[in-house]
């Protein structure tokens, strides 16, 4: 008789559904990164790192292959499948809510203000560089989300021209920030060239 026989398949980190590690780790980087923008105390660079990575780990969907609903379920019934629960045991989509919400609210909570708009916490180099990369990339989930849906719904596959076109401009825009920095000129050029060519790029990885 097999020891293991009657046993999961696999046995998730602390017995929490799968995905529950990796939401606390990147609720937990994300309170601290937005709690030291709030406070005026620049987060340190690796902080900055480790949130865009665990952004990247946790907005790309856990399952890679896409099965109709009801072919789901059966598999789940057979026990082909593992009985996916949600992380932390919360409803569907609340860590994307929460980490979505967060940077909304810190956007809100620095714009907050007296005098003049431009002046405004919001509106500091700091700020605008990691809120903007942020959003590039959230968007870039966002949009890929909504398109994965409609790719669902279509009665016939679609083409890949919009694939093909949102690949051409971000490499383009790379390239045009990363051949100067190359040739040691890149100093020379608008820092918006630099931001919008990486805010394109987690664009990009974002709705993959």
Not at 78 to 97: D, M, W
Not at 107 to 132: C, D, H, K, T
Not at 144 to 167: C, E, H, L, M, Y
């Amino acid at each position: 008789m097999n020891e293991f026989e009657g046993s999961p398949k696999t046995w998730p980190p602390l017995g929490l559904p799968t995905g529950s590690v990796r939401a606390l780790l990147t609720l937990v980087v994300v309170a601290v990164v937005v709690a030291k923008l709030a406070f005026d105390r620049p987060p340190d660079v690796l902080w900055i790192e480790t949130l865009m990575i665990a952004l990247a780990h946790y907005f790309t969907s856990r399952r890679f292959v896409a099965l109709p609903p009801a072919v789901m379920q059966r598999l789940e019934q057979e026990g082909v499948l593992e009985n996916e629960r949600q992380p932390l045991y919360l409803p569907k989509n609340s860590i994307r809510t929460i980490i979505i919400g967060a940077f909304v609210g810190l956007g809100i909570y620095l714009f907050r203000g007296e005098g003049n708009w431009y002046e405004r916490r919001l509106f500091q180099p700091q700020s605008v560089a990691m809120l903007s990369m942020v959003f590039a990339y959230l968007l870039g989930a966002i949009v890929g989300s909504i398109s994965n849906w409609f790719k669902k719904r279509q009665a016939q596959p679609i083409t890949g021209v919009w694939g093909d076109i949102k690949a051409v401009i971000v490499i383009g825009a790379i390239l045009v920030a990363a051949v100067p920095e190359f040739f040691d000129f890149g100093a020379q050029l608008p820092p918006q060239v630099d931001r919008i060519a990486l805010g394109l790029t987690l664009f990009y990885f974002g709705s993959r």
